[in-house]
């Protein structure tokens, strides 16, 4: 029994590694930098319009008929699709390119921290919070709806925290995709943007069987059998001619994706040089 | 003979079809060397290679007997001082300099106390709460350096520490720099002004458009660089009391004034004219903001000493 104690106090009095401590202290760093600067005053503005506009809509149209439903809406289309997509782009392009630009990145590449290291924490630590801000986000824009006398749906714990976890998955994807583009290209704020729009924007919108290889469409299928019991009903009408992959199909294609740009991210990063501003 | 600290052979540097290094192959002893040569020679792609931000296009490098490209051990042996303030503003020196000290494996409390000593032997503890922000030129300069120090490396890069600061913060600066050699560390400054330097150290490596023009003792070069007159810039608030106690100098063989608060001194003795600035400021009780030495002026510095 001494024994054991001795092991366990040994092991808590244990000073870990210098790698550990610098990864340790990367993961806290990262935290600090996701609630600074303009990147997260402009996550937050992003993330309050659809509790803005639920509750506009609760007040001024209380008593019609079929508001309802717009609540959802207002979650599917909004929160859970073009509000992620930005707030990834926010902070996978401020975290990469921008400290890049401004300099603050070459401190960051000259510590104990291996680059691969650094990207890995730009995506995994910041799409947790990240999501559960836009969880927040999701709660607001219930409880507003619920002001509305006209029959607001009552979300409940269950369908929040279903709408968070989708979140986080879809961030982890899209944050995967911006941080590589910021390693990857000089120019990567025009490309990342214009891939996400052809990629995540059109495509979805083509009755062809390749616009079931987005991130929008996978993680609504998610969606679907989370908080809508698999129902496709009315959020894919404009889907006709396409075959929406079932919840195992989603999942793997989402890991497919993650996975792969994640790996991307931290070989860019890797091979990352970071010039000089006369250079640049 | 003790080993070299930094062992480049052939070493090129291309953006696209510009040519940043070419074919620069050259050892510096340990102790206090200077890399002098005018802003696109080259200075801070070369130190970017050192300290393994960026990856040479061709050639060999070994600094301290290791590769520098994506090794974590050698930037805990090294430290980098670059020429640009990039900061994040919002956070407080204190701060900034725990986070390097805790992301180079410190553990919390040891990175504070770390923190607390490299602030206050670049004597900024005063301003170690404010925002980094609200820091001068001089703090920002000052930060960088302690930031480069905090870790205890062995090897230091300082790229341009002296630019834009005042003549008071300069010699503060280079009496620190001079510190760190006592201290037994090797230091590799750049620097476009070679009277700065020289108040550094006599070993100097010369880069000019990329190519190494010269490596070794600054005396044989000096002579030659001596018969050529050099230009300074001074950014005052009292420009023409400051340029006619000025013109009362030998040294001085001609003054301008480019706008109302600066004066653009022509003088064949710089070691004169820079010993005598100082003196001459604090006679006239007026503050000298900035000094700088323009960059053409090197330029043709060096196109004669290359032509030679």
């Known amino acids: 029994m001494t024994l054991v104690r001795a092991f366990y106090v040994g092991l808590l009095r244990r000073v870990p590694p210098v790698k550990t401590r610098a990864a340790v202290a990367l993961v806290e760093f990262t935290i600090r930098r996701v609630f600074s600067g303009k990147r997260i005053s402009a996550t937050l503005l992003l993330l309050m319009v659809a509790p803005a506009v639920a509750g506009a809509l609760a007040a001024l149209g209380a008593s019609r008929p079929g508001v309802a439903p717009f609540f959802d809406q207002l979650t599917f289309h909004l929160s859970l699709h073009i509000t992620l997509v930005l707030t990834a782009m926010v902070y996978g392009v401020a975290l990469t390119s921008s400290e890049i630009e401004d300099g603050t990145a070459g401190y960051l590449f000259l510590t104990a921290c291996p680059r691969w290291q650094v990207a890995l924490a730009h995506v995994l630590v910041v799409s947790p919070i990240l999501a559960i801000l836009t969880g927040a986000s999701i709660a607001l824009t219930y409880a507003a709806a619920t002001l509305s006398p006209a029959g607001a749906p009552m979300a409940g714990p269950v369908v929040i925290l279903a709408d968070t976890l989708i979140a986080w998955i879809a961030l982890t994807a899209y944050l995967a995709f911006f941080v590589f583009c910021g390693y990857a290209f000089k120019r990567n704020l025009a490309i990342s943007v214009g891939t996400m729009l052809v990629w995540e924007f059109l495509l979805p919108m083509i009755p062809t069987k390749f616009a079931t290889l987005t991130v929008t469409l996978n993680t609504r299928v998610l969606w679907l059998y989370l908080a809508q019991q698999g129902e496709r009903g009315r959020w894919f009408r404009h889907l006709t001619g396409v075959d929406l992959p079932n919840y195992g199909q989603a999942s793997m294609f989402l890991s497919v994706v993650v996975a792969l740009f994640l790996t991307l991210a931290m070989i860019t990063a890797m091979n990352r040089s970071v010039i000089g501003r006369e250079a640049a | ?308």
């Open chain 2, 1 to 308: 003979m003790s080993d070299p600290i930094i062992a480049v052979e052939h070493l090129n540097m291309w953006y696209g079809r510009v040519t940043a290094l070419n074919d620069v192959s050259l050892t510096t002893p340990p102790g206090i060397s200077g890399l002098l040569g005018p802003n696109g020679a080259g200075k801070t792609s070369f130190m970017r290679i050192l300290v393994g931000l960026m990856r040479p296009s061709g050639g060999a490098v070994t600094v301290l007997g290791d590769d520098p490209w994506n090794n974590t051990a050698h930037n805990l042996r090294t430290g980098y001082c670059p020429e640009h303030d990039g900061f994040h503003e919002w956070m407080s020196g204190r701060e900034f300099l725990t986070w390097m000290l805790r992301l180079r494996g410190r553990m919390r409390e040891d990175a504070r106390h770390g923190a607390a000593e490299a602030l206050d032997r670049v004597r900024l503890q005063d301003a170690a709460d404010r925002p980094i922000g609200t820091y001068s030129r001089g703090m920002r300069q000052r930060l960088k350096i302690a930031q480069a120090v905090s870790h205890d490396a062995r090897l230091l890069f300082l790229d341009e520490p002296l630019t834009g600061t005042d003549p008071l913060v300069r010699l503060e600066l280079i009496e620190l720099i001079r510190s760190f050699g006592r201290e037994g560390r090797s230091v590799l400054v750049s620097s476009h002004v070679l009277h700065e330097i020289e108040a550094l150290t006599t070993n100097i490596v010369l880069f000019h458009r990329g190519r190494l023009v010269a490596c070794g003792d600054v005396h044989e070069i000096r002579s030659l660089i001596d018969r050529h007159p050099h230009l300074v810039s001074v950014r005052t608030t009292r420009a023409r009391d400051l340029a006619a106690a000025l013109l009362r100098d030998e040294s001085v063989s001609e003054v301008s004034f480019p706008r109302e608060s600066e004066i653009l001194v022509r003088t064949r003795r710089p070691d004169d004219f820079y010993a005598r600035l100082p003196k001459v400021a604090l006679e006239l009780e007026c503050s000298v903001e900035e000094l700088s030495s323009p960059d053409d002026n090197l330029e043709a510095v060096f196109r004669y000493l290359t032509e030679k």
